[in-house]
């Protein structure tokens, strides 16, 4: 055999080489050769006459070869050539379109800073032309936001004392039902019209009815047949307690009209403390009684109580000393009143106390220290007599009455002098607000008994307020009146809450008043007296629960610089 030529070696060595580095475009060319396919034909007809095939046949098969690759080469070549010019044409283009939208984005940005400063200039002008006006409009607005928070604070405050009395009264209805439901114990008893009761060994004989006259009473329970009652041997209902204050009691229950007339003070203290274990009632509704001051003309001595069945004042017994500028309280069912000063401006140290069913005044331990413009209130077991003047100083000092040591007793301090303070208690706290110690306050402290401590509050009243009125309802402190700083003359009402440590704005009083009382009566607050340009008689009931005031009956004497209680025996 011929062996093959060089130069045709190196030529189908160079084909392959370029057929590899260009493989890949020609198969991306449908209109190239496939060279698979030709070798696959080569193959097949070289293994079918690979005994024929002699020499020349066999050049002739390598020249045929070898311009089949040429053809295929040189097809391929002008395909990437194409392909290169294509791709060059769509990367100038891509190129021209780029640099046109670069230029087109920077005309855009440009017009749309140039458009962006001026709507900053405008605005600036704007907002420097209306600069006053927005200032204005957000005080209003801030004004009139605070006056609807005020507004909604003062609706939901007003809507919770409401709901709170509603549910109070419903409770009580709930209770009344259920003791009207419950069972009927004894039979017996519930149907006698006549009932024997053994006190303390004396057998009592007496009409069912005398003794049901006070529904709520203990005795009323006792014949309703609906409890259990000891008995005594005989089977009469016994009751170990003294039968001669029994036959008092018992008298008054069949005429209610005549107060019972005890010898003196220690049997008319154990007539009312019986009365009590009873739950017996002297009075059809707690009595508001209206206690000294001044008329214009001299210091008063007059006592009144206000009759709620007709709707008038009455007079009661007076006190042996006429009296100003004083405290006042209930304790134990007696009314004590204590300091102020008398027709020589005296200030006072002695204390009287009222016995309502002798209808006499008594006197008593008196202060340790005199003092006039005191504030007086119970708390607990004790009364308590707080601040005021002594002639030459305002008192910080502080003395509390003990009923059982018969006696005033020093306690701590207050943190602030205070003369004409206003002194209410809440949550078995004593809270004094407000007063004078040289200059008109609106401070508040508050005195813990158990402690023996005083504390200043955070909060303050929302008025500046000395010589007005004071007292504690439904878990809230209502406050009215007195005079500040400028000498205005107050006629709001505020109320001041203990666990938020604030105070509150409530509708205003019917005129503006100092030197005044303000006490509990019923569901009511009780406003009497007091002065402004003059002497006023006139009182008026103010409801917490609907907010508004309603006029009260005009007392019998006008006065300034007293004291109103109620006793509830």
């Not at 008593?364 to 607990?380: E, F, T």
């Amino acid at each position: 055999m011929e062996s093959k030529d060089p130069a045709s070696t190196g030529d189908m060595d160079d084909t392959y080489s370029i057929a590899a580095i260009h493989g890949d475009v020609s198969h991306r060319d449908d209109s190239t050769y496939s060279l698979s396919s030709d070798v696959a034909q080569l193959r097949l007809l070289s293994e079918r006459d690979e005994l024929q095939l002699n020499e020349a046949d066999f050049e002739i098969m390598v020249n045929d070869m070898r311009s089949t690759f040429v053809c295929w080469l040189n097809k391929a070549q002008l395909a990437l050539r194409t392909k290169k010019e294509d791709l060059l044409r769509a990367a100038d283009e891509l190129q021209t379109e780029r640099k046109a939208f670069i230029e087109r984005m920077r005309r855009e940005r440009a017009q749309e800073a140039e458009k962006l400063a001026d709507e900053r200039r405008r605005h600036g002008q704007e907002v420097a032309s209306q600069l006053k006006h927005v200032q204005f409009e957000r005080n209003e607005a801030r004004r009139r936001i605070e006056e609807e928070r005020q507004k909604l604070d003062h609706e939901k405050d007003v809507f919770e004392n409401y709901m709170q009395l509603e549910s109070a009264k419903l409770r009580q209805r709930v209770e009344l039902f259920e003791q009207d439901q419950r069972k009927v114990l004894d039979s017996k008893i519930a149907t006698q019209t006549m009932v024997d009761i053994n006190v303390g060994g004396v057998v009592f004989e007496t009409s069912r009815h005398t003794l049901a006259k006070q529904p709520t009473s203990f005795l009323a329970n006792l014949v309703s047949g609906r409890h259990e009652v000891g008995r005594d041997r005989q089977g009469r209902i016994f009751l170990d307690r003294d039968y001669e204050l029994f036959r008092v009691i018992l008298n008054f229950m069949r005429n209610p009209e005549c107060l019972p007339a005890p010898r003196d003070l220690s049997e008319s203290a154990s007539l009312i403390n019986e009365a009590a274990y009873y739950k017996i009632k002297f009075s059809p509704y707690p009595l508001a009684l209206c206690i000294g001051g001044h008329d214009t003309h001299s210091p008063l001595n007059a006592v009144e109580v206000l009759d709620r069945d007709s709707m008038c004042w009455r007079n009661c017994s007076p006190m042996q000393t006429a009296r100003m500028y004083f405290g006042a309280g209930v304790l134990n069912n007696f009314v004590y009143a204590f300091g102020g000063h008398n027709l020589d401006y005296k200030a006072l140290c002695d204390t009287e106390m009222y016995d309502r069913l002798r209808d006499t005044w008594l006197t008593v331990a008196s202060l340790k220290q005199a003092r006039r413009n005191n504030g007086g209130c119970v708390l607990g077991e004790r009364l308590y007599c707080v601040g005021g003047f002594d002639g030459s100083a305002v008192l910080d000092s502080v003395e509390s009455y003990d009923v059982r040591m018969r006696n005033w007793i020093p306690v701590a301090p207050m943190n602030t002098p205070r003369s004409s303070p206003m002194i209410a208690v809440q949550n078995d706290m004593l809270y004094v607000m407000g007063g004078t110690c040289g200059e008109r306050l609106h401070s508040v402290e508050r005195y813990d008994p158990k402690m023996n401590k005083w504390e200043t509050m955070p909060g303050a009243l929302l008025k500046v307020r000395s010589a007005g009125a004071a007292c504690s309802y439904n878990n809230e402190i209502y406050l009215l009146g007195g005079i500040d700083n400028e000498h205005s003359i107050h006629n709001s009402l505020e109320t001041w809450h203990s666990s938020r440590q604030a105070s509150r704005y409530l509708m205003e009083a019917p005129l503006e008043v100092m030197d005044t009382s303000l006490t509990c009566c019923g569901d009511s607050l009780l406003l009497a007296g007091g002065q402004n340009t003059q002497v006023s008689d006139a009182t008026f009931f103010y409801r917490p629960e609907v907010d508004e005031w309603s006029k009260g009956p005009a007392l019998l004497i006008p006065r300034y610089g007293h004291s109103t209680v109620l006793l509830d025996i």
